[in-house]
């Protein structure tokens, strides 16, 4: 197998339904918060394989998801899947740069790769009138983390922030909140079963940097599963003041 990092991470993650914690539930609850249009055009940001495209499908069912990612092995993914649907559109494209207008721009775990305040500001000339976006973001539910927690994302996130915190970084962006919700135990589940299964998989024969990242994915879950009260994602449902 690889010896090198970020092939051994993509041999982790190939073929993985979703690149963060989510459920269709989140889209949804989203769509009627907003009161998405039947016919809203959606761009979804940094979709990975493409893992919420169906759900955004299914929230404005006469309208056209475009998903946009850098990533040449999750542009791949997602075209493979979606190729024969004419409501989508699979582009690799940096997130920084969201080309057209859109009624909803959705961002799910992806948006520290910009920053809160930097990713709004970049996006809201992308925005139609009353349009909004929605984004997940790591968030600490507790000021007294485990000392575990507290490590894994020191060094993983050391940006995170709480649900105060967050709200402060949309405010300085020049947007308003419409609503939250913390994503569930599903969500989360429905993004580390899938991984469990795969590390499983490749553990036997695992060379040094393979095996790193297994480590990592491991503890990763083994660390939201034993605090999972104490930290996980927020999703936020924003606009323009």
Same mark, same amino acid.
């Given at each position: 197998?690889?010896?090198?990092?970020?092939?051994?991470?993509?041999?982790?993650?190939? $073929?993985?339904?979703? %690149?963060?914690?989510?459920? @269709? @539930?989140?889209? @949804?609850?989203?769509?009627?918060?907003?009161?998405?249009?039947?016919? !809203?055009?959606?761009?979804?940001?940094?979709?990975?394989?493409?893992?919420?495209?169906? !759900?955004?499908?299914?929230?404005?069912?006469?309208?056209? =998801?475009?998903?946009?990612?850098?990533?040449?092995?999750?542009?791949?993914?997602?075209?493979?899947?979606?190729?024969?649907?004419?409501?989508?559109?699979?582009?690799?494209?940096?997130?920084?740069?969201?080309?057209? $207008?859109?009624?909803? +721009?959705?961002?799910?775990?992806?948006?520290?790769?910009?920053? +809160?305040?930097?990713?709004?500001?970049?996006?809201?000339?992308?925005?139609?009138?009353?349009?909004?976006?929605?984004?997940? %973001?790591?968030?600490?539910?507790?000021?007294?983390?485990?000392?575990?927690?507290?490590?894994?994302?020191?060094?993983?996130?050391?940006?995170?922030?709480? %649900?105060?915190? +967050?709200?402060?970084?949309?405010?300085?962006?020049?947007?308003? =909140?419409?609503?939250?919700?913390?994503?569930?135990?599903?969500?989360?589940?429905?993004?580390?079963?899938?991984?469990?299964?795969?590390? @499983?998989?490749?553990?036997?024969?695992?060379?040094?940097?393979?095996? !790193? =990242?297994?480590? $990592?994915?491991? $503890?990763?879950? !083994?660390?939201?599963?034993?605090?999972?009260?104490?930290?996980?994602?927020?999703?936020?449902?924003?606009?323009?003041?």
């Amino acid at each position: 197998m690889t010896t090198d990092p970020m092939a051994a991470f993509f041999t982790l993650h190939s $073929e993985l339904p979703r %690149e963060g914690p989510g459920e @269709a @539930a989140d889209v @949804a609850w989203a769509a009627a918060k907003v009161g998405l249009k039947p016919n !809203a055009i959606i761009a979804d940001v940094a979709s990975g394989p493409g893992g919420d495209i169906a !759900a955004l499908l299914e929230a404005a069912p006469q309208g056209h =998801v475009t998903a946009v990612d850098k990533t040449a092995q999750y542009v791949e993914a997602a075209r493979a899947r979606w190729m024969d649907a004419p409501r989508v559109t699979v582009l690799k494209a940096d997130m920084a740069r969201v080309m057209n $207008e859109y009624d909803l +721009i959705w961002c799910a775990g992806a948006v520290y790769f910009l920053g +809160i305040r930097e990713a709004l500001r970049a996006w809201r000339r992308s925005l139609r009138p009353g349009g909004a976006i929605v984004f997940s %973001e790591l968030c600490w539910f507790t000021d007294t983390p485990a000392d575990a927690a507290q490590q894994f994302w020191d060094n993983q996130h050391p940006d995170m922030a709480d %649900e105060a915190g +967050i709200a402060a970084r949309i405010g300085a962006a020049g947007y308003t =909140v419409l609503g939250t919700r913390r994503l569930s135990d599903q969500a989360w589940e429905d993004y580390f079963g899938p991984i469990d299964a795969r590390i @499983a998989q490749l553990r036997d024969g695992a060379d040094d940097a393979l095996t !790193a =990242v297994l480590d $990592e994915a491991e $503890e990763e879950a !083994a660390i939201w599963r034993a605090h999972r009260d104490q930290f996980g994602y927020l999703l936020s449902i924003v606009q323009p003041k």
